[in-house]
């Protein structure tokens, strides 16, 4: 049971659900309730998509382990589980399982929302975590750029059944008024600009201490192809580009009060400015992952600090 917690990456599950919920009842909700509107999809039923979600991240982990097992032995950064302690036949029918599962929960909700159409997001998820287990990582920066892209729609997510079922109980009071959800798009959207930015960041660290591996698997990586110094350029370059988003997104975006700004300086700003010192100085692997690790669950803790401090 263990080993199989560890091959789901359960750390990262919970931070996955955190996400979620965070964007739900910290920035969803809110700016809802500002406009006079108020969240339609049943508490049970959104739990019910945080399980799908985290069913396929998990098995998004799962076949990554699956076809990453060579360069994993090579590398050395993580034990490697399957075809070790779990099976590479157990460790398939465990990713089927969690693909079936979040379809399936996919495809009752969307039916439940009058939606169906919904579903086919998830399916394509689905076969896209797949390709890119497969066939997209090894071609350069694409399966950096994918896994980025694929982690920035995890907010989104959260407004993918919210705002349909907004749209038809409200829609007499859009049609007269005029009024959109637009703002609910507008704040979800820059969460997730910021946990893709965040996560392309990580996973170029991560391929700086898997090039052994990599190179030997023929997965093309920016280590691979334009060596670690080159590499570690970008991720300053990546670092520079997400705290002038933040000043921006502080001056043109966000709230002016002061304990806001307080919070970004010292929660987000600075911890960017030790991690990419970090990264510079070439310090354990570990720290420089943890390091970008906590500015993620900073990131979104914005919503939660703010609105305790309404």
């Not at 990554?64 to 589980?81: H, M």
């Not at 995890?154 to 009071?173: G, H, M, Q």
């Not at 350029?233 to 975006?253: C, M, N, P, Q």
Request: with cysteine.
């Amino acid at each position: 049971m263990l080993e199989i917690l560890k091959l789901i990456r359960l750390r990262t599950i919970a931070f996955t659900a955190f996400t979620m919920y965070a964007m739900r009842f910290f920035v969803v909700q809110p700016v809802l309730e500002k406009a006079g509107f108020a969240l339609q999809m049943p508490e049970s039923n959104f739990s019910l998509l945080v399980i799908a979600v985290c069913c396929l991240v998990s098995a998004a982990y799962v076949i990554n382990d699956y076809f990453d097992t060579k360069a994993d032995r090579i590398s050395g950064n993580r034990p490697v589980i399957v075809g070790k302690t779990i099976s590479r036949r157990a460790a398939i029918i465990l990713h089927s399982i969690l693909n079936v599962v979040a379809v399936g929960i996919a495809y009752y909700l969307a039916r439940e929302a009058h939606h169906a159409e919904i579903v086919f997001l998830f399916l394509i998820i689905s076969l896209v975590l797949w390709f890119y287990s497969s066939r997209i990582k090894k071609r350069f920066i694409w399966g950096n750029i994918v896994v980025a892209i694929l982690a920035g729609l995890i907010p989104l997510t959260v407004i993918t059944f919210e705002i349909p079922l907004l749209s038809d109980v409200y829609s007499d009071v859009v049609l007269k008024t005029h009024v959109s959800f637009a703002y609910v798009f507008y704040w979800t959207v820059c969460f997730s600009y910021f946990l893709f930015i965040n996560m392309l960041i990580y996973e170029i660290n991560k391929d700086i201490y898997s090039i052994n591996g990599d190179r030997a698997d023929g997965i093309v990586t920016l280590p691979v192809k334009f060596g670690i110094p080159a590499t570690r350029k970008v991720i300053i370059g990546l670092i520079t580009i997400a705290i002038t988003s933040l000043i921006l997104f502080l001056l043109f975006g966000f709230t002016r009060t002061l304990i806001v700004w307080i919070y970004f300086v010292v929660a987000l700003i600075i911890p960017y400015l030790f991690y990419g010192y970090a990264v510079l100085k070439n310090d354990k692997m570990k720290f420089q992952l943890r390091m970008i690790r906590l500015i993620m669950v900073l990131c979104i803790g914005v919503s939660v600090f703010c609105k305790l401090c309404e």
